[in-house]
């Protein structure tokens, strides 16, 4: 799942380098100087965050929810993704 959706600290952590490094340097400025108003303030963390649970039926997205893997009732699971193998015989 993580290839796919970053955990909510990762989207936290990328949140507030993209206000950082590219908003508040860069973003902001150029809105002020085409006089663009209205816009929503460097920081602002209303949006939510990407979660599977949050996805709806109706979304591109709704394929995502397909890759949690539910834990049995020992509450371990295990997936082994393979990528790049090539079968020969």
């Known amino acids: 799942m ?7 600290a990762r ?3 990328n949140r507030v380098l993209v206000n950082d490094k590219l908003m508040r340097p860069y973003l902001l400025s150029y809105y002020q ?11 602002d963390d ?6 599977p649970d949050a996805i ?12 949690v893997v539910e834990s049995d009732a020992s ?3 295990d997936i082994v993704l393979l990528s790049g193998c090539l079968a020969t015989r």
């Open 46 to 51: 209303t949006a939510g965050f990407l979660i």
């Open 11 to 13: 989207q936290r952590d």
């Open 2 to 8: 993580a290839q796919f959706v970053p955990s909510v």
């Open 56 to 67: 709806s039926d109706s979304s591109p997205l709704s394929f995502l929810r397909n890759l």
């Open 33 to 43: 100087r085409l006089g663009v108003t209205g816009i929503a303030q460097v920081g």
């Open 75 to 77: 509450g371990a699971s």
